[in-house]
């Protein structure tokens, strides 16, 4: 088993840059992917972006690409999302997720463990 805690986030005015950690715990020597997602108010939760296990590969969802930035630190078991240009409807609820293997991938179905999520609110 894997266990996910996320960290950061709040209440961001527009334009802002704030920093997601995501810090995992467990099984944590076999290979993960990870990847957020995050879901907003009356919406399916969707993906944000994903990286491989050496952190070789990204993945982004269109509406954040060039704004977002994922990257991880395998010393410290711990995956980053570094947010930048914050807009208003950026605003959702930020889901860590983590894969057994390798190969990144977009599909949330496709994540075996999940965080409890953490709050992201950009104010316009």
């Known amino acids: 088993q894997v266990q996910l805690v996320e960290s950061g986030g709040g209440l961001v005015q527009a334009g802002g840059s704030p920093r997601l950690s995501c810090a995992a715990s467990?099984?944590?020597?076999?290979?993960?992917?990870m990847g957020w997602f995050r879901q907003a108010p009356g919406k399916e939760r969707e993906f944000v972006a994903a990286?491989?296990?050496?952190?070789?590969?990204?993945y982004y969802a269109d509406s954040v690409k060039g704004r977002f930035t994922i990257s991880r630190d395998n010393a410290k078991n711990t995956v980053y999302l570094q947010m930048n240009s914050l807009k208003p409807e950026d605003t959702a609820v930020y889901y860590c997720?983590?894969?057994?293997?390798?190969?990144?991938?977009?599909?949330?179905?496709?994540?075996?463990?999940w965080g409890q999520g953490a709050q992201v609110t950009v104010s316009s």
């Open positions: 467990g099984r944590t020597f076999s290979p993960l992917v």
């Open positions: 997720a983590a894969r057994d293997g390798v190969v990144p991938t977009t599909a949330d179905k496709e994540y075996h463990y």
């Open positions: 990286i491989s296990w050496r952190g070789g590969t990204t």
